[in-house]
Antibody
């Protein structure tokens, strides 16, 4: 059974940092690209970032470029999102998702809530 | 790049059919057959319902179907059931130097 379990969310002050983790199991992690997608309270889904299967290529939404860093440790089957210089508008539930066939996000974690507030 | 445009809400009675539209541009929906649809219950993670415009993953009921014409994709729910009441989001791959995925604005489906 495919499982994606996020952790690392919480309350942080503006300008602060957090690192999210996503532990993957039930599939060959090294064969899949991964995304982070976020959802602000009461709002829609927004793509945040992508990493390819071996971690050599990444991409980011303009809103987080230069502040967030996506990475993966294939030996630990874990995806990360390092978030720096956090702003109030980064407040959201962050989902880890697997990119399956047809570039669809075929599996999602349960999400972890990040709240940026003083 | 703006979000794909979906109606805010669609409703129907049990047994009826409803269709949710998803309008983009030639750089996303119209340019690729990488349109997917997601169902989300309140407080839960999204679930993939349709990939590559019209492919249904294993376990998704066949009353869910997808199609595309030009820059607009559609999700049809036939034989609407109470459990279909949820939020639905479309998504597309996008050709851009930065953005790789764009989501729709979301549609609340209400079963009357």
């Amino acid at each position: 059974e495919v499982q994606l379990v996020e952790s690392g969310g919480g309350l942080v002050q503006p300008g602060g940092s957090l690192r999210l983790s996503c532990a993957a199991s039930g599939f060959t992690f090294t064969s899949y690209w991964m995304h982070w997608v976020r959802q602000s309270p009461g709002k829609g889904l927004v793509w945040v970032s992508r990493v390819n299967d071996d971690g050599s290529s990444t991409n980011y939404a303009d809103s987080v470029k230069g502040r967030f860093t996506i990475s993966r440790d294939n030996a630990k089957n874990t995806l990360y999102l390092q978030m720096n210089s956090l702003r109030a508008e980064d407040t959201a539930v962050y989902y880890c998702t697997r990119v399956g066939s047809g570039r669809a996000n075929d599996y999602w974690g349960q999400g972890t809530l990040v709240t940026v507030s003083s | 790049q703006s979000a794909l445009t979906q109606p805010a809400s669609v409703s129907g009675s049990p047994g009826q059919s409803i269709t949710i539209s998803c309008t983009g541009t030639s750089s996303d929906v119209g340019g690729y057959n990488y349109v997917s649809w997601y169902q989300q219950y309140p407080g839960k993670a999204p679930k993939l319902m349709i990939s590559e415009v019209s492919n249904r993953p294993s376990g998704v009921p066949d009353r869910f179907s997808g199609s595309k014409s030009g820059n607009t994709a559609s999700l049809t729910i036939s034989g609407l059931q109470a459990e279909d009441e949820a939020d639905y989001y479309c998504s597309s791959y996008i050709s851009s130097s930065t953005l790789e995925r764009v989501f729709g604005t979301g549609t609340k489906v209400t079963v009357l």
